[in-house]
């Protein structure tokens, strides 16, 4: 079985609920649509949402929490303590679940419907890495391949039950040993350094939804006016219209 945690946003910290509403609806949807139904995919959030889920209720947890964020906690800002807290707190209450890969996604993002698939066809592995994907631009509708995008995405790293350091307490010292307490850019070094080998996964499978104007790692706002400039052209000429 192939564990999904989406961290959502508090609507309360929301610039746009109704929007955040709309693109977890999309992620769920990308879930549902698995090939192979053997997943179970836990959204840890503080309220909620009102979704339609297509796949089969039993197979889709709402995990609601209340907490404050943890203080002197290793990540550099609010959102990412947020997400940080959300996924431990999810692998915490789920460390009794007998699953194959736990893959976090952010509730922006969407997966190729073979994901669950070929990660349950293939001998067990560390875990696995999305190098290779899609950025969509939310707007436009257009897409464009991205062959590193394990660099920009936090949506890509896939990890075996054994590799993930699963919390034995809600706790601030048991969540310090998770696998998330640090960045998507520096786990494959960390878990390298522990003897943990990570694979590719073979095809392009996660799209990566940018420049809708609620996400706070989104490059398109991030690298300011003349970043956002060169992004739209570049996918208004190399990108695709998505159907």
């Given at each position: 079985?192939?564990?999904?945690?989406?961290?959502?946003i508090s609507q309360?910290?929301?610039?746009?609920?109704?929007?955040?509403?709309?693109?977890?609806?999309?992620?769920?949807?990308?879930?549902?649509?698995?090939?192979?139904?053997?997943?179970?995919?836990?959204?840890?959030?503080?309220?909620?949402?009102?979704?339609?889920?297509?796949?089969?209720?039993?197979?889709?947890?709402?995990?609601?929490?209340?907490?404050?964020?943890?203080?002197?906690?290793?990540?550099?800002?609010?959102?990412?303590?947020?997400?940080?807290?959300?996924?431990?707190?999810?692998?915490?209450?789920?460390?009794?679940?007998?699953?194959?890969?736990?893959?976090?996604?952010?509730?922006?993002?969407?997966?190729?419907?073979?994901?669950?698939?070929?990660?349950?066809?293939?001998?067990?592995?560390?875990?696995?890495?999305?190098?290779?994907?899609?950025?969509?631009?939310?707007?436009?509708?257009?897409?464009?391949?991205?062959?590193?995008?394990?660099?920009?995405c936090g949506s890509?790293?896939?990890?075996?039950?054994?590799?993930l350091n699963i919390?034995?307490?809600?706790?601030?010292?048991?969540?310090?040993?998770?696998?998330?307490?640090?960045?998507?850019?520096?786990?494959?070094?960390?878990?390298?350094?522990?003897?943990?080998?990570?694979?590719?996964?073979?095809?392009?499978?996660?799209?990566?939804?940018?420049?809708?104007?609620?996400?706070?790692?989104?490059?398109?706002?991030?690298?300011?006016?003349?970043?956002?400039?060169?992004?739209?052209?570049?996918?208004?000429?190399?990108?695709?219209?998505?159907?």
């Amino acid at each position: 079985m192939i564990l999904f945690i989406v961290p959502l946003i508090s609507q309360t910290k929301s610039k746009d609920w109704q929007l955040a509403t709309a693109l977890l609806q999309g992620t769920l949807d990308s879930i549902a649509n698995q090939s192979d139904p053997d997943y179970k995919v836990v959204v840890s959030c503080h309220e909620i949402p009102n979704i339609k889920f297509r796949g089969h209720p039993e197979r889709l947890i709402f995990l609601p929490i209340n907490y404050s964020p943890l203080e002197n906690d290793c990540c550099q800002s609010i959102p990412q303590i947020d997400r940080f807290n959300k996924c431990c707190f999810a692998l915490f209450k789920l460390k009794d679940e007998a699953f194959k890969y736990c893959m976090v996604i952010d509730a922006d993002d969407r997966v190729h419907r073979d994901l669950v698939k070929f990660l349950n066809e293939q001998p067990q592995a560390d875990g696995w890495v999305v190098d290779r994907g899609y950025q969509v631009d939310y707007h436009s509708n257009r897409s464009m391949k991205y062959h590193r995008l394990s660099q920009i995405c936090g949506s890509t790293m896939i990890f075996s039950k054994q590799a993930l350091n699963i919390p034995q307490a809600a706790s601030g010292e048991e969540y310090g040993k998770s696998i998330y307490r640090q960045g998507h850019q520096s786990m494959r070094e960390d878990l390298t350094s522990q003897g943990f080998s990570l694979r590719s996964l073979p095809f392009y499978g996660v799209q990566y939804v940018l420049n809708h104007g609620i996400n706070d790692s989104d490059l398109f706002r991030t690298g300011g006016l003349n970043q956002w400039l060169k992004h739209m052209i570049k996918f208004s000429i190399v990108g695709g219209k998505m159907s």
